[in-house]
T-cell receptor, first 114, second 114 residues
Framework: GAVVSQHPSWVICKSGTSVKIECRSLDFQATTMFWYRQFPKQSLMLMATSNEGSKATYEQGVEKDKFLINHASLTLSTLTVTSAHPEDSSFYIC??????????FGPGTRLTVT | AQSVTQLDSQVPVFEEAPVELRCNYSSSVSVYLFWYVQYPNQGLQLLLKYLSGSTLVKGINGFEAEFNKSQTSFHLRKPSVHISDTAEYFCALSRGQAGTALIFGKGTTLSVSS
């Protein structure tokens, strides 16, 4: 089956710094990728929809200047958390949609902001 | 607005017993429904999905689910669980046509003990 990877799997950063998370579709092209956020013991909440070659579409309440999304190629989308704060600590999961509209999820990235 | 409700936050069960994880949805349009499993610190794995056709859907690992339009339900079942089925299970609904972002329920923790 199709594989989606995320890097890094776990990152710790200091408050005020920025961190970039990569989402890659390894064996298919993904014109659309989705970024979700999951708090401990809670469900996944959609943050934004990332479309290759265009601006991301953010969900209501998600700060687009804080969570920068770049979908520069058909196999890579990045999420940059700028000026991170402890409340940004969470599990970030991406999914990529293949040409048949099937979605595949990455393994997630755990961000801890100290 | 569309929503997904998982009626049980935790379901404890003994090994080899049957289990049902309940999911109800709300939508004013046709839906696509999914069940995912998440093991600790991992991403999501698709168990099964309902797009159209037969209302009884069979998935991986011996799971199946039945789509009931009149009751707006999509309950997940397994006739005999194993210790390895211990995980978090999420019911999800596609926001529009296939391949769009998903709306997730809050999850059900299935705990299988011997």
């Amino acid at each position: 089956g199709a594989v989606v990877s995320q890097h890094p799997s776990w990152v710790i950063c200091k408050s005020g710094t920025s961190v970039k998370i990569e989402c890659r579709s390894l064996d298919f092209q993904a014109t659309t990728m989705f970024w979700y956020r999951q708090f401990p013991k809670q469900s996944l909440m959609l943050m934004a929809t990332s479309n290759e070659g265009s601006k991301a579409t953010y969900e209501q309440g998600v700060e687009k200047d804080k969570f920068l999304i770049n979908h520069a190629s058909l196999t890579l989308s990045t999420l940059t958390v700028t000026s991170a704060h402890p409340e940004d600590s969470s599990f970030y999961i991406c999914s990529a949609r293949d040409p048949s509209y099937e979605q595949y999820f990455g393994p997630g990235t755990r961000l801890t902001v100290t | 607005a569309q929503s997904v409700t998982q009626l049980d936050s935790q379901v404890p069960v003994f090994e080899e017993a049957p289990v049902e994880l309940r999911c109800n949805y709300s939508s004013s349009v046709s839906v696509y429904l999914f069940w995912y499993v998440q093991y600790p610190n991992q991403g999501l794995q698709l168990l099964l999905k309902y797009l159209s056709g037969s209302t009884l859907v069979k998935g991986i690992n011996g799971f199946e689910a039945e789509f009931n339009k009149s009751q707006t339900s999509f309950h997940l079942r397994k006739p005999s669980v194993h210790i390895s089925d211990t995980a978090e299970y999420f019911c999800a609904l596609s926001r529009g046509q296939a391949g769009t972002a998903l709306i997730f329920g809050k999850g059900t923790t299935l705990s299988v003990s011997s």
